[in-house]
């Protein structure tokens, strides 16, 4: 071996092992500051519904809340992942855990409608439904809606189908929603005619995800107003940025690396889905509603979210641009 390559193995050696540790110390603070749901409240003889259920966050919540004794409805888009959650979900729930799979696809506003409908027909009462399904990068293509796609599925899809299940949760009072938002919520802005397609459609893939999430924001303040008094809550969260999220389309080669150095910065689906099922189930959020939370701990939102005529025009354009028809329009009365 020549010399170059022996200083370069002793440099790179060292190096490593430095970061190594520095990447140990920063690990360890960095748990300490993440928040974790204590609540240890069991859910016999409730039901709940958590989109997106099949991977990451979504999952880890479906689980925690089966274990807690819950009825756990999994609405998934693709049917063989959702079996897959469905036989994980019952396995760590244990014996005598009711897990079901309902189909739902948030880029089909029918698929939607049809996923209500369906709850409503088969469910007599709905405690918890988690908006957890979300996505990044799906270009600027229409969906078969007309909508844009990254808009239509992190926030008009969940907006419909909050908005259909309304009923069946008053009628299951006291019952939660939540809202899985993003930090990323603070770098945008929000006017009614953004969610249209022809004005997303020249915006960029993350501009168009911070509309998203800020809506999320606004819409769930909206829904907690006009449900005050009727029992049922509804408030909005950031979960973390979750490694598997930000790794999953990388190549091999690449995601390896990337995941080693991640790791110390980002959360494990578990640690992500702490501040979901504490908003989902703690007896501390019992009647708060209207609210954001981060690690666990309720939080400031970005200035819009305060701005009840804005929410107020962003619902409207929401309605407008899901077709809510006059049937389904649900009783906002407490």
């Known amino acids: 071996m020549g010399v170059f390559a022996m200083v370069w193995v002793v440099l790179f050696n060292e190096y490593t092992l430095a970061l190594f540790v520095v990447s140990v110390v920063f690990k ?38 089966a274990r807690r004794g819950a009825r756990v409805l999994l609405a998934c888009r693709d049917p063989l992942r959702g079996q897959q959650a469905l036989e994980d979900v019952r396995s760590v729930a244990g014996e005598g855990a009711t897990v079901e799979l309902v189909a739902l696809d948030l880029l089909s506003l029918a698929s939607v409608r049809a996923c209500a409908a369906h709850v409503r027909a088969t469910e007599p009462r709905l405690d918890i439904l988690v908006n957890n399904a979300g996505a990044a990068g799906l270009g600027a293509v229409q969906s078969r809606d007309g909508l844009h796609r990254g808009l239509q599925v992190n926030h008009l899809g969940p907006f419909l189908l909050t908005l259909l299940l309304v009923d069946l949760l008053k ?6 929603v939540v809202f899985v938002s993003s930090w990323a919520h603070r770098f945008a802005t929000i006017a009614p005619e953004m969610l249209d397609h022809d004005h997303a459609k ?3 893939d993350f501009s168009v995800y911070t509309l998203s999430k800020l809506a999320n924001v606004v819409i769930a303040n909206e829904f907690a107003r006009r449900l005050k008094g009727s029992g049922v809550t509804v408030n909005s969260l950031h979960p973390g940025v979750v490694l598997t999220n930000i790794i999953r389309r990388m190549p091999r080669w690449m995601s390896i690396p990337v995941c080693v150095v991640l790791r110390v910065f980002f959360k ?7 501040t979901t099922i504490h908003v989902a189930v703690s007896e501390e959020v019992e009647g708060v509603t209207g609210h954001y939370f981060v690690d666990c ?24 641009l899901v077709k809510v028809r006059a049937e389904e329009q649900p009783s906002f009365d407490a």
């Open 297 to 320: 701990k309720e939080a400031r939102m970005t200035s819009q979210a305060y701005d009840e005529a804005l929410a107020r025009s962003v619902w409207n354009k929401s309605q407008e």
């Open 28 to 65: 360890l603070w960095y748990k300490s500051s993440v928040g974790i749901c204590t609540s240890t409240r069991r859910l016999n003889g409730l039901t709940a519904l958590v989109t997106g259920a099949n991977s990451g966050i979504g999952l880890e919540t479906a689980r925690d809340l």
């Open 202 to 204: 020249d915006m960029n």
């Open 268 to 274: 494990t689906p578990i640690e992500g889905a702490q």
């Open 171 to 176: 009628k299951s009072a006291p019952a939660r």
